[in-house]
């Protein structure tokens, strides 16, 4: 390849994945691959030598998922003023087309994402970056589908400084579910919550499960808290 085209990105049309087809060697008889099926990397789950690290694809986001389950168990005893929904929602990527759905149908008066955010704490970045493993709870002040409700933020925050949660404000270029579900009829009030996550997008993620402690307890303790004077 030459030099100046090893700089740029290649044109998905040049993009190929070889599955050892050959002539006598169908993949669609052969391995049932048939056009538009999707491919992901194979990654395997790893705790690090660091014990507080994991390893995985596809924290973004699997991470709000675990917390969503972890979230129910701790309120499956707790009292709380609260009728509360948990969703898993789908395509966020590509438009925030599931939150819009579920928003419709739920009609929510408050609504929170649980998602990543984006550490910059690796070479080529910012070394003095507030987004880095180990810095707690992301709270969003901007991304650019919403400016969180900043009474909701200033209560999540209170909560956390009372109860000794580590969390640091965020922002990013793209958006979180919250983007649509702020639009839901008459407005929603809505926040997102981030778990620090290296390497998003890529085949391999990298999450401290201290961070994902800190957001779940936070979370929690929102739910637990919240109610109509609020």
């Known amino acids: 390849m030459p030099p100046d085209e090893r700089k740029k990105l290649p044109d998905i049309e040049k993009l190929y994945i070889d599955v050892g087809a050959a002539k006598d060697f169908h993949p669609k008889k052969k391995l049932a691959i048939r ?19 994991y390893l995985a694809k ?68 910012d070394i003095d970056a507030v987004e880095k493993l180990g810095a707690g709870a992301g709270i969003l002040i901007y991304d650019r589908t919403m400016i969180p409700h900043s009474k909701l ?45 290296r390497y998003v997008h890529s085949g391999n993620s990298i999450i401290s499960l201290e961070d994902y402690e800190n957001v779940l307890n936070l979370i929690t303790l929102i739910v637990k808290n919240l109610n109509k004077e609020v």
């Open 58 to 125: 596809a924290w973004d986001d699997r991470v709000g998922c675990a917390l969503l389950v972890d979230l129910l168990n701790n309120l499956i005893a707790a009292e709380h003023p609260n009728t509360v929904y948990l969703v898993g929602t789908v395509q966020e990527e590509v438009g925030l087309r599931g939150a819009k759905t579920a928003a419709f149908a739920v009609d929510p008066d408050i609504g929170f994402a649980l998602d990543v955010s984006i550490c910059r704490d690796t070479p080529g970045n």
């Open 153 to 197: 933020k200033e209560f999540v925050c209170e909560l956390a400084d009372m109860n000794n949660i580590l969390y640091h404000f965020t922002s990013i270029k793209g958006g979180y579910d919250t983007g649509t579900i702020h639009l839901t009829n008459f407005g929603v009030p809505c926040l997102a919550i981030g778990v620090p996550c």
């Open 35 to 53: 056009p538009g099926d999707p491919i992901v990397p194979m990654t395997q789950f790893e705790q690090m030598a660091n014990p507080d690290v």
